[in-house]
């Protein structure tokens, strides 16, 4: 945003936000653009902080031995084995998505 900004700056216009912290920021004039980019800095910050504190959570939670979170799966392992054995025999991964009740890509990446 930043970039944006004093693109718009050097081709001699400005960036006005409504509303930013409560009133108009007018990035044309010296403490529009000062507030804008304190403001920037502020959203930056936070989510860099907010990063930070994902990958500590992750991995804490990868050498504690837990669960890491996100989607559970779908497919166990013996259903992935069944699908290879299938495609391996001739079977085609459309055909072994179909009996399995697979999306046809995650068929075709078991090969």
Do not use: C, W
């Amino acid at each position: 945003m930043l970039a944006f900004v004093e693109e718009l700056y050097g081709r001699g216009s400005g960036l006005r936000v409504l509303n930013l912290g409560g009133g108009d920021v007018d990035t044309a004039t010296p403490i529009g653009f000062m507030l804008f980019t304190i403001m920037a800095a502020l959203g930056q910050m936070e989510h860099e902080i907010k990063r930070e504190r994902v990958i500590d959570s992750i991995t804490k939670r990868r050498n504690a031995g837990k669960d890491r979170g996100g989607r559970p799966q779908l497919i166990v392992d013996s259903r992935i084995r069944n699908a290879r054995r299938l495609i391996e025999g001739g079977e085609t991964a459309a055909q072994v998505a179909r009996d399995l009740g697979m999306f046809r890509a995650t068929s075709r990446a078991l090969r």
